[in-house]
């Protein structure tokens, strides 16, 4: 992970060291415990990086063969892991934020860029695939990794857009009017601070063809008092339409704690949608995909898309046939209002857009 020093515009965390794991002793005591809100900024530095940890804070039993599965970091906030049930190695969030032995597996089809990214990369850290929107790969670091996630071996240092404090990036939308609409991705755009972002964000209002900005966070869910006042004033103050796209797998993602920071977002008059990626023993049938839908809406979410799993190196373990993702999302049809019904894409290197699954 690339991007200036921490304390000077990032939360980012320094690299962990899992192969020195000094981190077992952890006790809920000292001001550490979860349900004691602190700083978003602290509940970064203090999440957990060790597979082993987590395991042991969750009364499970050590996986030796797991640990070299570890040069994808585990993170995982108190925040989340408060949702874990302890001693339920299935437990659905565990499954999404866990190393398993399963990632060193080597199947074929299964790539570092399944989404071609980096052939789409025009330079400074934008990807501009679909008409009208261009992203910006903002920086590297995320609030929580998730083990599926398509761009773990995204080169994020050499691709991130933050080193050069976004100046190509924005050279890049200033040059083509057709550029409406600006996405900050990463990564986890949340996971700079609000001088930050306000700086980037100031910038891009500056820019008269661009009218709308989507944030693609995961932050709202997996570190919820990140919603500060200040971020939500901000953004609602600003010219531009904000649109945030957040992203939960299962219903139990979604506590009192979440539904508040969402709250606050959709209270200042910025629509919330979500993605979720059907994953294998996460949220492939129709009873737990309905229940994530239903409390989605109920909490002013809309379900935006569905997204088959891109073919990621160490991944392979997460996937479901696209027959059976189909199901699913028929038996949402005849359970749920349309609106709660997301779109089942999946993302093919050079389309034009996701495409759907039909
Ligand atoms: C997914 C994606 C978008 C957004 O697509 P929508 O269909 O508008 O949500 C934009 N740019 C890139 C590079 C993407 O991968
Ligand atoms: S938050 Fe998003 S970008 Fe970060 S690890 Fe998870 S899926 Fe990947």
Redo the contacts with the bound molecule.
């Keep these: 992970m690339g991007g200036p020093a921490p304390e000077d515009t990032s939360a980012e965390p320094p690299t962990p060291e899992h192969t020195e794991c000094s981190e077992l002793s952890w006790s809920p005591v000292r001001g550490e415990s979860p349900t004691e809100p602190v700083p978003w900024t602290v509940a970064m530095k203090r999440a957990i990086r060790c597979g082993r940890r987590l395991r042991k804070l969750l009364q499970l039993p050590p996986d030796p063969a797991a640990d070299a599965a570890e040069s994808f970091p585990t993170f995982v906030p108190l925040e989340l892991l408060e949702r874990i049930r302890p001693g339920d190695p299935n437990d659905p969030i565990l499954r999404q934020v866990l190393p398993s032995a399963d990632e060193l597996r080597q199947r074929p089809g299964y790539t570092s860029d399944p ?1 071609g ?1 980096l052939q ?1 990369d025009a330079g400074g850290g934008i ?4 008409h009208g ?3 910006i790969v903002t920086n590297g670091a995320c609030a929580v990794h998730c083990r599926y996630c398509f761009r773990r071996e995204f080169p994020y240092s050499e691709k991130a857009a933050q080193g050069d404090r976004w100046s190509t990036a924005l050279d890049y939308v200033r040059s083509d009017r057709t550029i409406e ?1 600006v ?1 900050l ?1 990463g990564g986890d755009p949340l996971t700079l601070t609000d001088r930050v972002l306000a700086d980037l964000v100031s910038k891009l209002e500056g820019v008269e063809h661009v009218r709308r900005l ?1 944030v ?1 966070t995961r932050l709202p869910i997996v570190i919820p008092q990140r919603i500060t006042t200040e971020l939500v004033r901000r953004l609602s103050d600003s010219p531009l339409r904000v649109w945030f ?1 957040v992203h939960v797998n299962h219903a139990r993602e979604i506590d009192a704690a979440v539904e508040q920071s969402l709250g606050k977002l959709i209270g200042a008059g910025i629509p919330v949608l979500n ?1 979720a990626v059907l994953l294998a023993g996460v949220n492939d049938d129709a009873t737990q995909m309905e229940a994530l839908c239903r409390k989605l809406i109920n909490v002013g979410v809309q379900p ?2 569905l997204h088959h799993l891109d073919q990621v190196r160490g991944a392979s373990h997460f996937w479901v046939a696209a027959q059976r993702g189909r199901a699913i999302v028929e038996s949402l049809r005849e359970r749920l209002p349309g609106y709660a019904v997301p779109e089942y ?1 999946f ?1 093919q290197a050079g389309a034009k ?2 495409t759907p699954i039909a």
């Excluded at 990807?127 to 679909?130: A, G, P, S, T, V």
């Design positions: 989404v990214d789409s990807l501009h695939k679909y929107r261009a992203l609409e996405l991705s989507r693609h796209v993605q935006y898309y894409v993302e857009s996701k």
